[in-house]
């Protein structure tokens, strides 16, 4: 079966800093790999995908993530944290078991501190 | 620009009550979803539509009946409330064509139901 995990329930950043929000997955045949973003009191917003090409994905708000086939993971990065950044963001798979539905982490909360 | 509209944002439902969580949607997407979310556990499919008159089983569909009688309509409904219904219910929409899987979901601002 199809599964994607988010090994960090929260990770803390100091502004200004780099940051990276974990993601690893599993599943037969190529991966279909998605990041979200969720403010507070807000629905899912998408940042960034990976379906094929390049291993290294630019997405919104100057977020990037680097697809590794070798260690199947999707990590979330930015070169610079903002305060602003501070959200709940979710990796997700498509699941080609299920009719192409998306399988879903449960979520790293990201805190960025002045 | 509405995108994905949910209503209502909050409720409170009696044990075995019913209601129905509207979500609709004016980007012409073909597809639709409910999903819910619990703390810690990410997003759970429920139900979703490739399109009007169209409706599949998710992975959580005990409890829940869905109608998609327009493109731009997806209601939820609930028939008799249980605790564990107790949720934030979030509708998505997406534009997808058979051959491609690429398209981002456009997610409403949810709907937080408490079952007490």
């Given at each position: 079966a199809q599964s994607v995990a988010q090994p960090e329930d929260q990770v803390n950043v100091a502004e200004g800093n780099p940051l990276t929000v974990k993601c690893t997955y599993s599943v037969s045949g190529n991966p279909y790999l998605f990041w979200y973003v969720q403010y507070p009191n807000r629905g899912l917003q998408f940042l960034l995908k990976y379906?094929?090409?390049?291993?290294l994905v630019k997405g919104s708000y100057g977020f990037e993530a680097e697809f590794n086939k070798s260690q199947t993971s999707f990590h979330l990065k930015k070169p610079s944290a903002l305060v602003s950044d501070s959200a709940l963001y979710f990796c997700a798979v498509r699941d080609m078991d299920s009719n192409y539905q998306l399988i879903w982490g449960a979520g790293t909360k990201l805190i960025i501190k002045p | 620009n509405a995108g994905v509209t949910q209503t209502p944002k909050f409720r409170i439902l009696k044990i075995g009550q019913s209601m129905t969580l509207q979500c609709a949607q004016d980007?012409?997407?073909n597809y639709m979803y409910w999903y819910r979310q619990d703390p810690g556990m990410g997003l759970k499919l429920i139900y979703y539509s490739v399109g009007a008159g169209i409706t599949d089983k998710g992975e959580v569909p005990n409890g829940y009946n869905v109608s998609r009688s327009t493109t731009e309509d997806f209601p939820l409904r609930l028939e008799l409330a249980a605790p564990s219904q107790t949720s934030v219910y979030f509708c998505a929409s997406s534009y997808s064509q058979?051959?491609?899987?690429n398209s981002p979901l456009h997610f409403g601002n949810g709907t937080r139901l408490t079952v007490t």
């Open positions: 379906i094929t090409g390049d291993n | 980007m012409n997407h058979s051959s491609s899987y």
